[in-house]
T-cell receptor, first 108, second 114 residues
Framework: RKEVEQDPGPFNVPEGATVAFNCTYSNSASQSFFWYRQDCRKEPKLLMSVYSSGNEDGRFTAQLNRASQYISLLIRDSKLSDSATYLCVVRNTGKLIFGQGTTLQVKP | ETGVTQTPRHLVMGMTNKKSLKCEQHLGHNAMYWYKQSAKKPLELMFVYSLEERVENNSVPSRFSPECPNSSHLFLHLHTLQPEDSALYLC?????????????FGNGTRLTVT
């Protein structure tokens, strides 16, 4: 089993839609969780950290479910500019483990 | 200049060549990293330097040799590479090497080994 698993997609959604991605992790002792965004042919950039109580940043909401060992990212009112690959990242004993990424395509 | 800069952006090399990738960070960070990104695979951590000391070598073949002369500069020396080493090589920095602080990536070097 991979340490961090994501559905690669692509998820094709119309503008204005709400879309959610999940990411599962295998190590129950994982300490920190993040979502990074990577645009085509660009470097990854931190989108948001994921806190135990869940957190929101504008149209983006991240949640953590430790019991089921997954994190989620919800995007409301999708924009064309949200088209990117979203990378789930988990910290285990000081190492950051990246998922393969989920590709989102927002269509007009 | 700000952030993390990598050169060259693109590199094509033969299997017998020797080349080096360069990374420079202007963020005052204490940790620097090399990652490899291959198509349809997750980012793979190669090396971590914290305060110029190598703290992680993730079972990387010896044909990849990192060098960190100071906290702002990181090199990846390449020799006798294989075609399967073709990938995007990303440098990153963070405030420290614990994994708590976020990574700031450079825009990468796209390497093709012929």
């Amino acid at each position: 089993r991979k340490e961090v698993e994501q559905d690669p997609g692509p998820f094709n959604v119309p503008e204005g839609a709400t879309v959610a991605f999940n990411c599962t992790y295998s190590n129950s002792a994982s300490q920190s969780f993040f979502w990074y965004r990577q645009d085509c042919r660009k470097e990854p950039k931190l989108l948001m950290s994921v806190y135990s109580s869940g957190n929101e940043d504008g149209r983006f909401t991240a949640q953590l479910n430790r019991a089921s060992q997954y994190i989620s990212l919800l995007i409301r009112d999708s924009k064309l500019s949200d088209s990117a690959t979203y990378l789930c990242v988990v910290r285990n004993t000081g190492k950051l483990i990246f998922g393969q990424g989920t590709t989102l395509q927002v269509k007009p | 200049e700000t952030g993390v800069t990598q050169t060259p952006r693109h590199l094509v090399m033969g299997m017998t060549n020797k080349k080096s990738l360069k990374c420079e960070q202007h963020l005052g960070h204490n940790a620097m990293y090399w990652y490899k990104q291959s198509a349809k695979k997750p980012l793979e951590l190669m090396f971590v330097y914290s305060l110029e000391e190598r703290v992680e070598n993730n079972s990387v073949p010896s044909r990849f040799s990192p060098e960190c002369p100071n906290s702002s500069h990181l090199f990846l020396h390449l020799h006798t590479l294989q075609p399967e080493d073709s990938a995007l090589y990303l440098c990153a920095s963070s405030q420290d090497g614990t994994g708590v602080s976020p990574l700031h990536f450079g825009n990468g070097t796209r390497l093709t080994v012929t």
